[in-house]
Structure formats: structure tokens, C-alpha cells
């Protein structure tokens, strides 16, 4: 039990930072692309011009590195761009790299 106790806590503690991890992998340039090509549209066509404002806006919902990765995660799914999980990486890193700032 004490072993399996162990075990545990260790997997939770290295599943946490993974997550953040990946967007630091990702690379900016390829994540732009990817982004102006399936995510633009939608966010202009609520903010207007480019909508980034949907992510500069002052009451943007993301805090932190794990909801950014969460937030595009949730968005590939629902538009259906269907990236891999490196490619949500990548986006992720463009948007904090140009956007976010989240440590
Ligand atoms: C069909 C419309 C639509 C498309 C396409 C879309 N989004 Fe969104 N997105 C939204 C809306 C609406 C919100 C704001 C939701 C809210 O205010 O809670 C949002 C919010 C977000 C946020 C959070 C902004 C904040 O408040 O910090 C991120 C990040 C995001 N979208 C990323 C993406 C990515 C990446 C894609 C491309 C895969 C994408 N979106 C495509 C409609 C869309």
C-alpha cells in the first residue's frame, strides 16, 4: 500500500508539469500557421479585425498554461480541425508567446 501510495503521488506529480511541458516543446511559427488557418474566422467575426482580441480582452478566460492547453484542445475538438497533440502544442505556444505570457 505504502509502495502503491508512492507510486502514485510520484505519477500525479509528473503528469502535472507534462502538460505545461508540451506547449514549451511547441514551436511558435508552425502554431501560427495552423492557427490563422482554422481558428481566425470565428473569433473576427465576434471582436472584429484579426480577433485576437479574444485573447487580449481583459475579462479572457485563460490563467494559466494548463487551461491555455485545455482551451485549444477544446476548440481542435469542437471545430474539428483535427491536430495532434503536437500541433495543439504548438498553437498553444504561439498564443502564449504572442499573447498570454503565462509563465
Ligand atoms: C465557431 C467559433 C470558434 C472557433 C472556430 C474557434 N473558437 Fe476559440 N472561442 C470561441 C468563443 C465564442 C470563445 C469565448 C468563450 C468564452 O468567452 O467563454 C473562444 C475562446 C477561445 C479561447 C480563450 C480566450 C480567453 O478568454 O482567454 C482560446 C484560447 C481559443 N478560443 C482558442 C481557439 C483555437 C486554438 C481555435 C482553433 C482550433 C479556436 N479557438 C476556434 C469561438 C470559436
Known amino acids: 500500500m505504502k509502495a502503491f501510495l ?3 503521488s510520484l505519477t500525479l506529480l509528473a503528469a502535472t508539469p507534462a502538460i505545461a ?3 514549451d516543446k ?3 511559427r508552425i502554431g501560427k500557421t495552423l492557427h490563422d488557418k482554422s481558428c481566425i474566422a470565428c473569433h473576427a467575426s465576434k471582436f472584429g479585425e ?3 482580441m479574444m ?5 479572457r478566460k485563460v ?3 494548463q487551461q491555455l492547453t485545455a482551451r485549444v ?5 469542437n471545430v474539428g480541425a483535427g491536430w495532434f497533440p503536437e500541433e495543439e502544442a504548438h498553437v498553444a505556444a504561439y498564443l502564449n508567446a504572442t499573447y498570454y ?3
Open 73 to 77: 484542445k477544446a476548440c481542435n475538438n
Open 50 to 52: 484579426d480577433g485576437s
Open 21 to 23: 511541458e508540451s506547449m
Open 55 to 59: 485573447y487580449s480582452r481583459a475579462d
Open 101 to 103: 505570457h503565462l509563465k
Open 6 to 8: 508512492a507510486t502514485l
Open 26 to 28: 511547441g514551436d511558435a
Open 63 to 65: 490563467t494559466s498554461k
